[in-house]
């Protein structure tokens, strides 16, 4: 695996919990890692706390926490025995804030969570805690939807390389790194897709702009061997021989193939960058990303450049 030293698990009652700690503790285990348990309890609504008036809501938090860490440590201790170096630790306040602040206190490498929605044809996979800390966190994050399998059969990265662009360039190689570690180490089949189009191509179509079908052709034809090259220089810098890999070079819109080819493929896995430019020192969450994560039912690891400025403060 790559480099993951101080991992960050967000622990939570459901189905899932089980095989997502499962894969959080042999992940530790393979990197050597730090791994931290963290549970958070938010604060009483209103309502409630208006009817409980025998104990005080700072003592009823407090109370919830005692317990809650108590549960958190029965986890802990046969990890302790197996050799991980592991801990607990449970957080008061809006969960993904949270968990943010303990990242930045902490400098966590990565955040592990299980998804909070079933997916599938009923419902969205991804919450609002998951979207929130894809969208802020500073480190990566990634959302393990609950399987019976202990293994990643099919793995897909998707990448935008665009060498004039520095901070696209960043991205890219972090989500190569991580996706071609990931799939030597689950020995799974490696996809990777670019998504690409011709800006203007509808404006060239027709109207004012409209050109000759044979020059739209020939820019077509320009844009498709541009962006092959721009994939396959930045695919050169991977040594992918050994892995059994696909590569995707896919024409339209990324919000509708991905998610297209995610199911096409049976994928388990996808490795994606969540962010764009915003035009001052931080980053947000990009619509394309947004709108894949709406429309996809498998796990997913997101990651953001080196730079990346959280707009969480301690």
């Not at 799939?183 to 998504?195: N, T």
């Amino acid at each position: 695996m790559k480099r993951f030293k101080k991992i960050l698990l967000v622990s939570r009652d459901g189905a899932g919990e089980r095989a997502t700690l499962a894969r959080a503790v042999e992940l530790a285990k393979q990197n050597r890692a730090r791994l931290t348990l963290v549970e958070v309890v938010e604060e009483l609504p209103l309502e409630q706390r208006m009817l409980v008036t025998a104990v005080a809501p700072q003592e009823l938090q407090k109370l919830a926490i005692e317990e809650r860490k108590e549960q958190l440590q029965s986890l802990v201790a046969p990890l302790l025995e197996d050799g991980v170096r592991a801990s607990a630790v449970v957080l008061a306040g809006t969960p993904f804030l949270a968990i943010i602040r303990e990242v930045l206190r902490k400098k966590h490498d990565l955040v592990i969570l299980s998804a909070e929605g079933r997916g599938g044809i009923k419902g969205r996979l991804f919450g609002s805690t998951s979207l929130h800390l894809m969208r802020k966190c500073p480190c990566p994050v990634w959302v393990m939807k609950p399987t019976r399998s202990r293994r990643y059969s099919r793995i897909l990265a998707a990448v935008d390389p665009d060498p004039s662009d520095p901070v696209r360039t960043a991205v890219n190689a972090e989500i190569l790194d991580l996706a071609t570690s990931l799939a030597r180490l689950e020995k799974s089949a490696l996809h990777l897709v670019h998504v690409w189009r011709l800006p203007g191509e509808g404006m060239y179509r027709g109207g004012r702009a409209g050109i000759p079908k044979q020059r739209l052709k020939e820019l077509l034809a320009e844009a498709r061997d541009q962006t092959r090259k721009n994939l396959d220089e930045l695919l050169s810098g991977y040594a992918l021989e050994d892995l059994k890999h696909r590569i995707h070079l896919l024409k339209g819109k990324p919000r509708i193939l991905i998610p297209a080819l995610v199911q096409t493929e049976q994928i388990d896995l996808i490795v994606m960058g969540t962010v764009c430019r915003t035009g001052i020192p931080g980053f947000v969450i990009g619509n394309t990303a947004e709108n894949v994560l709406q429309q996809v039912d498998c796990s997913v690891l997101t990651v953001k450049p080196d730079g990346f400025v959280t707009p969480v403060t301690l």
